[in-house]
Nanobody, 116 residues
Framework: VQLAESGGGLAQPGGSLRLSCAAS????????MSWARQAPGKGFEWVAA????????FYSDSVKGRFTISRDEAKSTLYLQMNDLEPEDTDVYYC??????????WGPGTQVTVST
């Protein structure tokens, strides 16, 4: 199994970033997928999750209305569109194979920094 996140970086408050996670080594369409985040000294947080079918999504209250999770089965890729970014969104973001209660694998993470 491999999960390779990309798209992190520096954004200004109110700006946008799109994270991508290229998945390989398993049948992508058979699994729920998620994004989670954590920074040193901060708690862990599930950000968003999407069912294997793509029909249902979950968002944490802190990102609801600003972030959108999606998946492209043909490319075996998971996305996280992040809009209206806030300094509190600064974290390492992880692509996760699975969802809360059924985590199977984590990617290495990509740093997102929101600052002026």
């Amino acid at each position: 199994v491999q999960l390779a996140e990309s798209g992190g970086g520096l954004a200004q408050p109110g700006g946008s970033l799109r994270l991508s996670c290229a998945a390989s080594g398993f049948i992508f369409g058979d699994y729920d997928m998620s994004w989670a985040r954590q920074a040193p000294g901060k708690g862990f947080e599930w950000v968003a999750a999407i069912q294997d079918s793509g029909s249902e999504m979950f968002y944490s209250d802190s990102v609801k209305g600003r972030f959108t999770i999606s998946r492209d089965e043909a490319k075996s890729t998971l996305y996280l569109q992040m809009n209206d970014l806030e300094p509190e969104d600064t974290d390492v973001y992880y692509c996760v194979k699975g969802a809360p209660g059924g985590v199977e694998y984590w990617g290495p993470g990509t740093q997102v920094t929101v600052s002026t």
